[in-house]
């Protein structure tokens, strides 16, 4: 460096402290995005619930099937709602008595 131009030899040293900070801010930029992410990444895939297979024939009112397809009745609601309280959700099948003592 020329001894009348001090300032060239300033200017290089800070081009090169630029360059050199870019890639840690990048990272931290990123760092900050996914842990701000995170909370709406796991709210979108909760953890898979446990679910329990439940088997029953027709014995209306207590439980029966509707015309959707859905298990109703008393026993039904008292079963989803022990289920959940457990942390548990419920699939019903509807199926004859005879599956339902051979399982």
């Given at each position: 460096?020329?001894?009348?131009?001090?300032?060239?030899?300033c200017?290089?040293?800070?081009?090169?402290?630029?360059?050199?900070?870019?890639?840690?801010?990048?990272?931290?930029?990123?760092?900050?995005?996914?842990l701000?992410?995170?909370?709406?990444?796991?709210l979108?895939?909760?953890?898979s619930?446990?679910?329990?297979n439940?088997g029953?024939?027709?014995?209306?009112?207590?439980?029966?099937?509707?015309?959707h397809?859905?298990?109703?009745?008393?026993?039904?609601e008292?079963t989803?709602?022990?289920?959940?309280?457990?942390?548990?959700?419920?699939?019903f099948?509807?199926?004859p008595?005879?599956?339902?003592?051979?399982?």
């Amino acid at each position: 460096m020329a001894h009348g131009q001090p300032g060239i030899g300033c200017a290089c040293l800070l081009e090169q402290r630029k360059a050199a900070i870019d890639p840690l801010k990048a990272f931290i930029y990123l760092a900050l995005a996914s842990l701000l992410g995170l909370p709406a990444a796991v709210l979108a895939n909760p953890v898979s619930q446990r679910v329990l297979n439940v088997g029953y024939y027709e014995f209306a009112p207590a439980i029966y099937t509707d015309a959707h397809g859905m298990a109703r009745g008393e026993l039904a609601e008292l079963t989803r709602r022990v289920a959940r309280q457990a942390g548990y959700g419920v699939r019903f099948r509807g199926l004859p008595g005879a599956r339902l003592y051979a399982a």
